[in-house]
């Protein structure tokens, strides 16, 4: 029963070859739970892959959306706490994920992208529960229970970010890019 989450992250990408890059990320984001009762820490470190269709693929062509699929895998840390002070309850657990999903990038200047991604994660480890309960006095808290059973439970990940080339490590040389050389014409 947690809100929507806000929070903030970092990234950096490696680009392998011509139709794949990976990404490699950290993320903080903080969500509500029950109006207010409680609140939801999540914690992800992990990386991801790239492959971009080559039927597509257009090299930083400016304001021509660059389609891609995206997979990977992280670890997280998920913090689940009461915010009412009488009754303190406080759950965590680590935890596995995978994910996948569909994105774009929108090439603004030769360094400067624009993406845009969506992501289906799954974590893969120990459920945590949250149940209000109401004390002797009438008020409300969450009370936290982790089952022992592990199981899916999933998110929607929406992802806008701002991308700036900072170096060019393979100088052109990455498999499937050819040298881009002016076309000479030779008259005698």
Known sequence: E??????IGGQIRLRLFH?????????????????????????????SVIFY???????????????YFVAG??????RCESNVPFEPNTRSRWSSAVQ???????????????????QYMMHLGPQLSATVRSNAGGLKYLYFDEEPRTGLEGHLLITVSMNVRLADLWKNKIKGVQDKKPIEIIIK
């Not at 947690?2 to 929070?7: E, K, N, R, T």
């Open 2 to 7: 947690s809100g929507v989450g806000s929070g």
């Open 19 to 47: 139709l794949v890059n990976t990404e490699w990320f950290a993320d903080y984001i903080t969500s509500d739970l029950y109006n207010g009762l409680g609140n939801r820490t999540d914690y992800h470190i992990g990386w």
């Open 53 to 67: 269709p080559g039927f597509a693929y257009r090299e930083n062509e400016r304001m021509k959306l660059q389609p």
């Open 73 to 78: 895998h992280c670890f997280d840390y998920t």
């Open 100 to 118: 996948a999903g569909l994105g774009f990038h929108l090439p603004v200047h030769d360094r400067v992208d624009l993406s845009l991604t969506g």
